[in-house]
């Protein structure tokens, strides 16, 4: 005679949803990198991940909290970056960091999230492309905006001469140049010029722009 197994049966639901919010969230990063935020609805997630649409709002809540996770999976907010700008914070108590320090920062920290070897690693220059480029996506992760944040408060700190709105300008110069880089959309063959053997992965491309970024962010004060 067959008996019930209420543990047995609990386990087996708790698997199950295990499964779907795992699949939601793989349909979740592959639409939003495919289309970007504005043209993913949430009725194509639930579509793609085969799951009713109460099971996105039971897991994740809003279509914003669901890209907040897939943002933070990518950019695996864990607390390491904010503390290895914390940890550089500490080493300059008596003089501000120096501007290519900075940008060396910055380039080395998106370089190492476009070096992972896994998905995420391949997302991450997706979705960069996507947040800067395609209009309409106007979702910016919170974890990205405490660390742009960080590196505002560092330069207004090394360019103390600069008007904040002036290097908020410049800022956007600058996050908009690596990130038309990461994205891929290399131009460098329009140039005509460019030697077949020249490096132009970004990696190359990156290290070669830390002196031409400096350069722009320590100019003098437009008139």
Known sequence: MLTENPKSDRTAEARTRGDAKERIF???????????????????????AGVPLASINYHFGSKRDLMESVYQRVLGADGTRSGYLAKLEREAVE??????????????????????DTVSGAVFKQLIGRAYFEPGDDFIPEEYVRIMDWYRKALMRALPALPEDE????????????????????????????????????ESLLRALVPFIVGGLEAPPSA
């Open 95 to 116: 003089a501000p960091l120096s501007v290519t320090r900075i940008v060396e920062t910055f380039v080395e920290s998106t370089l190492r999230l476009s070096r992972k």
């Open 26 to 48: 793989a349909a979740a990063e592959k639409l939003f990198t495919e289309q970007g935020y504005a043209a993913t609805s949430m009725r194509m997630i639930a579509s793609a």
């Open 167 to 202: 290097l908020l300008r410049r800022m956007y110069f600058f996050v908009g140049i690596v990130a038309y880089v990461m994205a891929g959309r290399d131009v460098m063959h329009l140039l005509g010029r460019c030697s077949p053997a020249s490096r132009n992965d970004p």
